[in-house]
């Protein structure tokens, strides 16, 4: 069976070997054969000559074991001749045979041609020094070169084996690897004892927005300096920080990315230990995007909120209505008694006012807890947004705010979106008024695509600790207010399909604070519309 391993190399430096053999005899002729040994050399040179020939010929081509041996046999029989013709027993070459040995049987598969081999060898080496005591030590040096080389390639073999297996072993954990990091849906991150990353995989270079490359060698103060200063304490404190998976004890960080979009990110951070000693080699940063899981759990409470609100309505519009009609009504009686003094008519005066004010909030509130009976059309924005402003500039409430309001509409001829008109133009005026009665000087509303109107303003804001509960029924920071306005609106826009944020403060109106109120909308098919029209 032919050996599959490329033996080119070796058999050429073999035949470089055997030129120097000749340059070398071809020197030093006359202390090899003396001054009448020019047969001899003509012998030797012919022989080498001819193995020489034979080593470049199978150098250039795949050699198989049958080659390799037959190469092996000239050497031998280049071997003896040389020996014989440089003084047999006493020849310096006599080495040559424990080196063929060797050589076949390292480079031999099969032990019986590497046996083969040692038989011939004794047999050439035997001519080569005649029938003397020094063939005994030579043919030991034969053999145990031989088994030596033999010992060696089965040794190197199986090391070959060995590291083979663990060569796959290695690559399968690398795939295994890969594929976790890779399929994980958590981002993975792996910082060094200094803060550098080193390793982070798609999931987390795609949550945080760029590409793995840039994100490598990045140090973590750069990126969430948050999560630095706990990655400084895991290695003298506790070797856990946060964990995303429950909700009591979920720890965020807010990351802004490239686009200049805010995500919340939770976290947790394991510290890596170095199996052996212990020591602390780096922290593992597991990262997870809960910006819409959170936005959903905000929904949820909202919803939660509104549906308790909506229970109390019922018992507020019997309990409290009825007996307000009656007190308003006795006190217009009274009013027109002709024996009351003027201090006790102002003070049934002040009982009507304040009873039309109650009435009036119980009257909002019910339309707040009363289904929502959206009339969805096509509505097209750039026109509403204009009859908004329209009907702003002669709105006494606004126009005594001395407030300045701009209109930017979309870069669009017709921008469609599925909604309510009339309910729209009621949101878009509560905002309006808000941002007026905030102490802003400048309001904008502004149309944009795909279906987005913001309106924002330059006032005085919104408190932090406030910005959660301003869609929240009676939460108000207004001294006559009812809290319902925003908390409508928010109803609204939700009966519509839509929704609506608020931003505060603005990047806008740093100074001042400023409010956006964002409400986007789903954009409508007028297809069916046009073709009505």
């Given at each position: ?128 020094v005649g029938m003397r005591p020094a063939i005994i030590g030579n043919a030991l040096a034969i053999l145990g070169t031989t088994l030596l080389g033999q010992y060696l390639t089965a040794k190197l073999k199986r090391s070959d084996e060995a ?221 509403l947004a204009h009859d908004v402003v329209e009907s702003l500039q002669v709105n006494p409430i606004f126009k005594d705010k001395g407030c300045k309001l701009q209109l930017k509409k979309a870069p669009v001829e017709e921008l469609w979106v ?116």
């Amino acid at each position: 069976m032919d050996n599959q391993r490329n033996y080119s190399p070796i058999l050429f430096y073999r035949g470089l070997i055997y030129i120097a053999l000749v340059a070398f005899i071809g020197v030093f002729h006359s202390l090899l054969f003396g001054v009448e040994g020019s047969r001899s050399i003509s012998n030797v040179y012919f022989v080498l000559t001819l193995v020489t020939g034979m080593q470049f010929l199978f150098s250039f081509k795949m050699s198989s074991q049958e080659q390799l041996l037959a190469l092996f046999l000239a050497d031998s029989a280049a071997a003896m001749l040389l020996v014989r013709e440089t003084g047999g027993s006493a020849s310096p070459f006599t080495l040559l045979f424990p080196v063929l040995s060797l050589s076949g049987a390292v480079l031999l598969e099969k032990r019986s041609q590497s046996w083969a081999l040692i038989v011939i060898a004794i047999v050439l080496m035997s001519f080569a020094v005649g029938m003397r005591p020094a063939i005994i030590g030579n043919a030991l040096a034969i053999l145990g070169t031989t088994l030596l080389g033999q010992y060696l390639t089965a040794k190197l073999k199986r090391s070959d084996e060995a590291l083979e297996l663990s060569e796959e072993a290695r690559r399968r954990l690398e795939n295994i690897q890969r594929a976790i990091l890779t399929n994980i849906p958590s981002g993975l991150m792996s910082v060094d004892t200094f803060g550098k990353i080193i390793q982070v995989n798609s999931v987390g270079a795609a949550i945080l927005g760029q590409s793995e490359n840039s994100l490598m060698g990045m140090y973590l103060r750069d990126l969430m300096p948050e999560l630095d200063e706990l990655r400084d304490s895991l290695h003298t404190m506790y070797p856990v920080v946060g964990d995303f998976s429950e909700k009591s004890s979920r720890k965020v960080v807010c990351y802004k990315s490239v686009t200049g979009e805010f995500l919340n990110l939770g976290y947790s951070l394991a510290r890596l230990n170095d199996p052996e000693d212990r020591s602390p080699i780096g922290t593992l940063v597991v990262f997870q995007d809960l910006t819409h899981v959170m936005k959903i759990e905000e929904d949820l409470r909202m919803s939660e909120k509104l549906a308790a609100v909506g229970k109390l309505a019922a018992g507020i519009a019997h309990e409290i209505r009825n007996p307000l009609a009656g007190i308003s009504g006795s006190a217009q009686l009274l009013e027109g008694s002709s024996y009351l003094e003027q201090e006790d008519k102002q003070l049934l005066n002040i009982i009507q006012r304040e009873s039309q004010r109650l009435d009036g909030l119980i009257t909002e509130f019910l339309n707040y807890v009363r289904p929502t009976d959206a009339k969805l059309e096509g509505v097209e924005l750039n026109q509403l947004a204009h009859d908004v402003v329209e009907s702003l500039q002669v709105n006494p409430i606004f126009k005594d705010k001395g407030c300045k309001l701009q209109l930017k509409k979309a870069p669009v001829e017709e921008l469609w979106v599925e909604g309510d008109r009339n309910k729209l133009v009621q949101v878009l005026i509560n905002l309006i008024i808000n941002a007026a009665q905030a102490n802003a000087t400048q309001v904008s509303l502004e149309v944009q695509q795909p279906g987005r109107l913001q309106v924002w303003d330059n006032g005085s804001g919104i408190k932090e600790e406030n910005i959660n509960r301003v869609f929240e029924p009676f939460f108000t920071t207004k001294d006559k207010g009812t809290g319902l306005g925003l908390a409508l609106s928010y109803k609204l826009i939700e009966a519509m399909g839509g929704s609506v944020k608020v931003r505060s403060p603005i990047p806008e109106q740093v100074d001042t604070g400023g409010s956006m109120f964002t409400i986007e909308l789903r954009g409508a098919n007028i297809q069916d519309e046009s073709a009505a029209v």
